[in-house]
């Protein structure tokens, strides 16, 4: 990796554990705790990473793809268990953005868990942007 912060890959998955990904974190991470409809409905806690910081590792063909609105987030849900343990949003279409509960391991990990006004995405979604950029 990149930039001046060390990455750890860390793994999760959905809970029947037919989808399993991993994603390179920080030590301390920012997350969103977002109040827009699906959000509000599933628990979803966002940490939002670049691309080359996301890989799944199995599922693929487990997963069932949902679109809603605008049509540019994939909400992608384990056809097996139902759960959501991560998506391609809409605020950042370049990343990926991982459910912090469906994290295998979340010990030594700082999440930093802030409230996004999803209610009111068109005000707000643009200061998301930049979760999915590489650290210079």
């Known amino acids: 990796m990149t930039g001046g ?9 959905c809970h029947c554990r037919a989808v399993r ?9 920012e997350a969103q705790d977002c109040n827009c409809s699906i959000c509000a409905m599933t628990g979803f806690v966002h940490v939002i990473v670049p691309e080359r910081r996301f890989r799944l ?4 063909d487990r997963l069932t793809d949902y ?5 540019v987030a994939h909400h992608l849900f384990c056809s097996v268990c139902g ?12 990343g990926w953005s991982v459910n912090a509960r ?10 930093r868990v802030t409230a996004f006004d ?6 707000h979604g643009a200061t998301l942007a930049h979760l999915s950029e590489e650290a210079s």
């Open 5 to 13: 912060a060390d990455y750890a890959w860390r793994a999760g998955g």
């Open 21 to 29: 990904f991993e994603a390179a974190l920080a030590a301390e991470v």
């Open 57 to 60: 590792l199995a599922g693929k």
């Open 67 to 71: 679109t809603f609105n605008t049509g």
């Open 83 to 94: 759960v959501k343990s991560f998506y391609r949003p809409r605020s950042n279409p370049d």
């Open 102 to 111: 469906c994290l295998d391991d979340t010990g030594d990990l700082t999440i």
């Open 118 to 123: 999803g209610q009111n995405w068109e005000s």
